[in-house]
């Protein structure tokens, strides 16, 4: 298919299934992957034997910790099965690490490591981020998978400022492990910004306009290849360039003369690209709490760190996979920078957020995508409540743009609320509330006295009920009895309590609120999409 043809895509579900059941061989130009880990778990806690007989856990929208159970057992006999370097390594680490959380992590690493081997072009790059608490391990799993001379750098990000870790150095980086499918592969030499100390000892002089600059040696002292002898200004010297190339540097006041008469060549350091990159990134900042592109997603990852990877490893038009997608920050920076992209994520409120972050981002500019996975009818909605209800949750959650309340999924831990909507509707800058509880099951009168009750104890202003199944009679009266809110100004009211079935969401119906301002994170700031340069070349 050609890159004009192609749509983006955008998956809900397990990407080892999702790599296996849609992506074609040796199809991707790029590969990041930012996969979940616990890296504040004690050793004791990651290296503790377990006898793989607990039950699966269900996975949540932040769960960051994969255990030994039988679903890691499968996959480990699947991986040893396949009788390659991948599998006896696996073998071999077990017999080290043991049955443990360590252990699984890595089993369930390397059999998604097998399948991105497979998707990615033979020019292509993986870059695998991850912290110095596993990396070691799973630099062992890439050798294995990828070739060990198909490693090309591990570079160290540093993601944070200094920490005072009790006893220790502080720990304020992160790792990128960069490997190749072969010998042969995309790289677009990418720059870094000097540091001042460089900039003050090679740029220290400057012109009567203000623009900086260094002088730097014209003679051929200690060049191999040797030079050109002639005088210049009463000077001879072998000098690195011919006459008429010191003429022509003469009549662009390319040459600064030092006391002596000497000339040197000027250069001007906003003339220069930069230091070409190297393996230690401390140019990249954090996102703070108060940057634009922050959305309130745990483990986002700055766009300019993305940029880097995507610019220096693919061209416009390739294709770029991130099977990780969490907050859709790969996504979008390919995006922006006409790339075709593929993301993948366990978790219908990161499908959310990445379709909001998507369109509010680049509004009428966005390539066409599809969500392939998502429930699109009543029929697959009630299947995914079946298999998962706290997915079918947090999808349910993102039909009408709230984001859940908690995590944790803890009986009784959501105080009667399953999700939660911030709106605005005056200048006060003070938000607004709308508490929202989701059922799939049987419903009745009761479960909208509830909400009612709720939303009072909140002092919330809108109280919303999501429900599968369709309303009684008397749910809809519970619901007309608790009046309308009236907003501020001329605003009009809307029902103070709102009964929406997803059959009715699916068809378009909205929650009604004042305004369209408020969602489940902050709103991504609008941006432009580069033009296209066209194609760099290979190496």
């Given amino acids: 298919m050609s890159a004009t043809a192609w749509k983006n895509k955008l998956y809900f579900g397990d990407n080892l299934d999702i790599l296996r059941r849609y992506v074609e061989d040796e199809s991707v130009d790029l590969i990041y992957l930012d996969p979940p880990f616990n890296s504040k778990a004690t050793y004791n806690v990651l290296f503790k034997e377990k006898n793989g007989t607990d039950s699966v856990a269900q996975i949540t929208a932040f769960d960051d910790f994969w255990h030994w159970d039988m679903a890691a057992e499968a996959a480990f006999r699947e991986v040893v099965g396949r009788g390659d370097k991948v599998g006896d390594l696996l073998d071999a680490l077990r017999r080290f690490l043991g049955s443990n959380d360590m252990m699984a992590y890595l089993t369930m690493m390397a059999i998604r490591l097998v399948e991105l081997h497979r998707v990615l072009k033979p020019t292509g790059s993986i870059y695998l981020h991850c912290d110095p608490t596993a990396s070691h391990y799973l630099k062992l799993v890439m050798d294995a998978v990828f070739g060990i001379r198909n490693f090309r750098n591990e570079v160290i990000w540093k993601r944070s400022s200094a920490h005072s870790d009790s006893g220790t150095c502080g720990n304020a980086h992160d790792v990128l492990l960069l490997f190749t499918k072969g010998p042969k592969f995309l790289w677009n030499r990418q720059y870094q910004a000097y540091d001042e100390a460089y900039i003050t000892s090679h740029y220290g002089k400057v012109d009567e306009k203000g623009r900086r600059f260094g002088d730097f040696d014209l003679t051929a002292k200690g060049l191999s290849g040797g030079g050109y002898e002639y005088e210049w200004k009463g000077i001879r010297e072998i000098w690195r360039c011919p006459l008429e190339t010191m003429e022509q540097y003469e009549r662009e006041g390319r040459l600064y003369y030092t006391k002596k008469g000497r000339p040197r060549y000027k250069r001007y350091l906003d003339e220069m690209p930069g230091l070409p990159l190297q393996d230690v990134w401390v140019d990249i900042p954090p996102i703070n709490s108060q940057a ?158 509830d909400l009612r009750g709720t939303v009072e104890r909140e002092k919330a202003q809108i109280g919303a009920f999501i429900t599968l199944q369709p309303p009684t009679r008397a749910m809809r009266t519970e619901a007309a009895e608790a009046g309308f809110y009236d907003p501020p100004g001329l605003l009009p009211p809307v029902p103070k309590l709102q009964i929406l079935t997803v059959e009715e969401l699916l068809a378009g119906k909205k929650l009604e609120y004042p305004v369209s301002r408020g969602g489940t994170f902050r709103k991504a700031p609008k941006q432009f999409k580069r033009k296209s340069k066209g194609k760099a070349g290979a190496q």
């Fill in 292 to 449: 634009a592109e922050r959305l309130g997603y745990p483990t986002q990852k700055p766009e300019a760190l993305l940029e880097r990877i995507i610019k220096a490893s693919s061209n416009e038009g390739d294709l770029v996979l991130d099977p990780f997608c969490g907050c859709g920050t790969t996504i979008a920076v390919a995006e922006r920078l006409h790339r075709r992209w593929i993301g993948i994520d366990i978790t219908h409120l990161a499908i959310t957020l990445m379709k909001s972050r998507l369109q509010d981002t680049f509004g009428p500019d966005l390539s066409p995508y599809e969500v392939i996975g998502e429930p699109t009818d009543l029929a697959s909605a009630q299947s995914l409540a079946q298999q998962d209800r706290y997915q079918f949750q947090y999808w349910a959650l993102g039909l009408v743009g709230a984001r859940p309340t908690s995590d944790k999924q803890k009986k009784g831990a959501d105080k009667g609320i399953d999700g939660q909507l911030i709106f605005f509707d005056d200048d006060s800058g003070r938000p607004k509330r709308i508490v929202i509880q989701v059922k799939s099951g049987h419903v009745n009168a009761n479960h909208v006295r």
